[in-house]
Protein backbone atom coordinates (compact mmCIF):
# COMPACT_ATOMS: atom_id res chain seq x y z
CA UNK A 1 0.00 0.00 0.00
CA UNK A 2 1.44 3.83 -1.10
CA UNK A 3 1.75 5.81 1.91
CA UNK A 4 1.92 9.53 -0.22
CA UNK A 5 0.53 8.59 -3.61
CA UNK A 6 0.63 11.45 -6.29
CA UNK A 7 -0.84 11.71 -9.82
CA UNK A 8 0.07 12.10 -12.54
CA UNK A 9 3.48 10.55 -12.61
CA UNK A 10 3.78 12.38 -16.00
CA UNK A 11 2.54 15.77 -17.03
CA UNK A 12 3.43 17.01 -20.35
CA UNK A 13 1.37 20.67 -21.69
CA UNK A 14 1.82 23.94 -23.50
CA UNK A 15 2.68 27.37 -21.61
CA UNK A 16 -0.31 28.97 -20.66
CA UNK A 17 -2.24 26.10 -19.76
CA UNK A 18 -4.08 25.09 -16.00
CA UNK A 19 -3.15 21.90 -14.60
CA UNK A 20 -3.46 20.12 -11.50
CA UNK A 21 -1.55 17.62 -9.34
CA UNK A 22 -2.99 15.36 -6.93
CA UNK A 23 -2.04 13.90 -3.03
CA UNK A 24 -3.26 11.49 -0.99
CA UNK A 25 -1.63 9.88 2.30
CA UNK A 26 -3.10 7.25 4.36
CA UNK A 27 -0.31 7.28 7.16
CA UNK A 28 -2.97 9.79 9.04
CA UNK A 29 -0.73 12.70 8.99
CA UNK A 30 -1.65 15.58 10.23
CA UNK A 31 0.28 18.12 7.80
CA UNK A 32 0.95 18.00 4.27
CA UNK A 33 3.48 19.58 1.96
CA UNK A 34 4.32 20.52 -1.95
CA UNK A 35 7.64 20.87 -2.34
CA UNK A 36 9.22 21.51 -5.95
CA UNK A 37 12.91 19.31 -6.96
CA UNK A 38 14.38 21.24 -10.03
CA UNK A 39 16.77 20.45 -12.30
CA UNK A 40 20.08 20.62 -10.04
CA UNK A 41 17.88 18.29 -7.57
CA UNK A 42 17.67 20.94 -4.84
CA UNK A 43 14.21 20.37 -3.08
CA UNK A 44 12.49 23.87 -1.91
CA UNK A 45 9.30 23.55 -0.11
CA UNK A 46 6.45 25.23 -1.74
CA UNK A 47 3.81 25.31 1.43
CA UNK A 48 2.79 23.37 4.18
CA UNK A 49 -0.98 22.48 5.38
CA UNK A 50 -1.99 21.54 8.97
CA UNK A 51 -5.41 21.74 10.91
CA UNK A 52 -6.39 24.47 8.08
CA UNK A 53 -3.56 26.60 8.04
CA UNK A 54 -1.51 27.13 5.36
CA UNK A 55 1.80 28.59 5.24
CA UNK A 56 3.22 29.32 1.82
CA UNK A 57 6.74 30.04 0.86
CA UNK A 58 6.87 33.57 -0.09
CA UNK A 59 8.93 32.95 -3.37
CA UNK A 60 6.33 30.83 -4.83
CA UNK A 61 3.84 32.67 -7.69
CA UNK A 62 0.88 32.84 -6.61
CA UNK A 63 -0.05 31.02 -10.07
CA UNK A 64 0.40 28.04 -7.83
CA UNK A 65 -2.28 27.36 -5.22
CA UNK A 66 -2.91 24.63 -2.66
CA UNK A 67 -6.26 22.87 -1.78
CA UNK A 68 -7.38 20.70 1.03
CA UNK A 69 -10.81 19.18 0.72
CA UNK A 70 -9.35 16.98 4.03
CA UNK A 71 -6.69 15.90 5.83
CA UNK A 72 -5.35 13.35 3.76
CA UNK A 73 -5.64 15.09 0.65
CA UNK A 74 -3.29 17.95 -0.26
CA UNK A 75 -4.02 19.19 -4.38
CA UNK A 76 -2.01 21.64 -6.30
CA UNK A 77 -3.43 23.61 -8.59
CA UNK A 78 -1.54 25.79 -11.30
CA UNK A 79 -2.85 28.67 -13.39
CA UNK A 80 -1.05 29.61 -16.92
CA UNK A 81 1.99 27.37 -16.61
CA UNK A 82 5.65 28.95 -17.90
CA UNK A 83 8.79 27.10 -19.11
CA UNK A 84 10.10 27.93 -15.69
CA UNK A 85 7.66 25.53 -13.44
CA UNK A 86 9.29 22.50 -15.64
CA UNK A 87 10.59 20.81 -12.55
CA UNK A 88 9.48 17.61 -10.29
CA UNK A 89 7.11 18.03 -7.89
CA UNK A 90 6.68 16.15 -4.00
CA UNK A 91 3.84 16.04 -1.87
CA UNK A 92 5.05 14.98 1.63
CA UNK A 93 3.34 14.47 4.61
CA UNK A 94 4.33 14.16 8.39
CA UNK A 95 3.07 13.57 11.55
CA UNK A 96 2.90 16.93 12.66
CA UNK A 97 4.77 20.09 11.32
CA UNK A 98 6.68 19.96 14.55
CA UNK A 99 9.90 18.05 13.29
CA UNK A 100 8.79 14.63 12.59
CA UNK A 101 9.81 12.92 9.81
CA UNK A 102 8.31 13.32 6.43
CA UNK A 103 7.42 10.53 4.03
CA UNK A 104 7.21 11.24 0.13
CA UNK A 105 5.20 10.83 -2.70
CA UNK A 106 7.41 9.61 -6.15
CA UNK A 107 6.56 12.88 -7.74
CA UNK A 108 5.17 14.59 -10.18
CA UNK A 109 7.74 15.73 -13.41
CA UNK A 110 6.29 18.14 -15.67
CA UNK A 111 7.57 19.11 -18.36
CA UNK A 112 5.96 22.83 -20.14
CA UNK A 113 6.78 23.19 -23.67
CA UNK B 1 26.41 31.11 0.82
CA UNK B 2 23.98 28.49 0.99
CA UNK B 3 22.51 27.38 4.09
CA UNK B 4 23.11 23.79 3.22
CA UNK B 5 25.95 22.86 0.84
CA UNK B 6 26.51 19.60 -0.27
CA UNK B 7 28.86 18.37 -2.63
CA UNK B 8 26.87 16.59 -5.58
CA UNK B 9 29.72 14.19 -6.48
CA UNK B 10 29.06 11.98 -8.38
CA UNK B 11 30.65 9.51 -6.29
CA UNK B 12 31.73 5.99 -7.19
CA UNK B 13 32.83 3.15 -5.64
CA UNK B 14 33.76 -0.63 -5.64
CA UNK B 15 30.98 -3.16 -3.87
CA UNK B 16 32.42 -3.40 0.02
CA UNK B 17 34.02 -0.20 0.42
CA UNK B 18 33.30 2.43 3.15
CA UNK B 19 31.16 5.72 1.81
CA UNK B 20 31.36 9.09 3.97
CA UNK B 21 29.09 11.48 2.52
CA UNK B 22 29.10 15.11 3.96
CA UNK B 23 27.30 18.38 4.20
CA UNK B 24 28.15 21.78 5.75
CA UNK B 25 25.69 24.20 7.32
CA UNK B 26 25.71 28.06 8.28
CA UNK B 27 22.59 27.92 10.35
CA UNK B 28 23.51 27.77 13.99
CA UNK B 29 19.90 27.22 14.81
CA UNK B 30 19.57 23.81 13.05
CA UNK B 31 19.17 20.73 15.49
CA UNK B 32 17.24 18.09 13.74
CA UNK B 33 19.30 16.50 10.99
CA UNK B 34 18.18 13.96 8.43
CA UNK B 35 19.28 11.84 5.37
CA UNK B 36 17.57 11.07 2.62
CA UNK B 37 18.19 8.18 0.22
CA UNK B 38 16.45 8.81 -3.13
CA UNK B 39 16.19 6.14 -6.33
CA UNK B 40 15.75 7.15 -9.74
CA UNK B 41 12.33 8.62 -10.45
CA UNK B 42 11.65 8.33 -7.18
CA UNK B 43 10.95 9.93 -3.75
CA UNK B 44 13.76 10.25 -0.75
CA UNK B 45 12.87 8.27 1.93
CA UNK B 46 14.43 8.71 5.21
CA UNK B 47 17.23 7.00 6.52
CA UNK B 48 18.66 8.61 9.67
CA UNK B 49 17.22 11.27 12.32
CA UNK B 50 19.03 12.34 14.73
CA UNK B 51 18.63 15.46 17.58
CA UNK B 52 22.00 17.72 18.27
CA UNK B 53 25.35 16.63 18.60
CA UNK B 54 26.11 13.11 18.46
CA UNK B 55 26.24 9.63 16.75
CA UNK B 56 23.83 7.60 15.35
CA UNK B 57 23.73 4.17 14.09
CA UNK B 58 21.11 1.82 12.56
CA UNK B 59 22.65 -1.44 10.67
CA UNK B 60 25.55 -0.28 8.13
CA UNK B 61 24.43 2.97 8.47
CA UNK B 62 26.06 5.88 10.94
CA UNK B 63 25.25 9.44 10.99
CA UNK B 64 27.46 11.76 12.56
CA UNK B 65 26.43 15.42 13.67
CA UNK B 66 29.41 18.09 14.72
CA UNK B 67 27.04 21.29 15.56
CA UNK B 68 30.77 23.20 16.52
CA UNK B 69 31.71 22.70 13.54
CA UNK B 70 28.69 22.76 11.26
CA UNK B 71 29.23 19.80 9.98
CA UNK B 72 27.58 16.36 9.12
CA UNK B 73 28.34 12.97 7.97
CA UNK B 74 26.57 9.35 6.68
CA UNK B 75 28.78 6.66 6.69
CA UNK B 76 27.81 3.56 4.86
CA UNK B 77 29.60 0.41 5.74
CA UNK B 78 29.94 -2.95 3.46
CA UNK B 79 28.49 -0.72 0.57
CA UNK B 80 26.41 -2.97 -2.34
CA UNK B 81 25.03 -1.96 -5.29
CA UNK B 82 21.70 -1.30 -3.73
CA UNK B 83 23.13 1.63 -2.20
CA UNK B 84 23.12 2.97 -5.28
CA UNK B 85 21.16 6.70 -5.44
CA UNK B 86 21.09 10.43 -4.29
CA UNK B 87 21.96 10.83 -0.25
CA UNK B 88 20.41 14.56 0.85
CA UNK B 89 21.05 15.72 4.12
CA UNK B 90 18.03 17.80 5.42
CA UNK B 91 18.08 19.95 8.80
CA UNK B 92 15.93 21.94 10.47
CA UNK B 93 15.60 24.29 13.43
CA UNK B 94 11.88 25.12 15.22
CA UNK B 95 9.48 23.15 12.58
CA UNK B 96 9.15 21.38 8.96
CA UNK B 97 8.50 24.77 7.94
CA UNK B 98 12.05 26.20 8.16
CA UNK B 99 13.85 22.30 6.88
CA UNK B 100 16.67 22.96 4.27
CA UNK B 101 18.14 20.29 2.47
CA UNK B 102 21.35 19.74 0.61
CA UNK B 103 21.59 19.41 -3.34
CA UNK B 104 22.21 16.05 -3.05
CA UNK B 105 25.30 13.18 -3.51
CA UNK B 106 25.16 10.87 -6.13
CA UNK B 107 26.65 7.66 -5.16
CA UNK B 108 27.25 4.63 -7.28
CA UNK B 109 28.29 1.52 -6.15
CA UNK B 110 29.72 -1.10 -8.64
CA UNK B 111 30.17 -4.64 -7.98
Known amino acids: DTAVSQTPKYLVTQMGNDKSIKCEQN?????MYWYKQDSKKFLKIMFS???????INETVPNRFSPKSPDKAHLNLHINSLELGDSAVYFCASSQSQDNSPLHFGNGTRLTVT | QKEVEQDPGPLSVPEGAIVSLNCTYSNSAFQYFMWYRQYSRKGPELLMY????GNKEDGRFTAQVDKSSKYISLFIRDSQPSDSATYLCAMSSYNNNDMRFGAGTRLTVKP
Open chain 1, 49 to 55: YNNKELI
Open chain 2, 50 to 53: TYSS
Open chain 1, 27 to 31: LGHDT
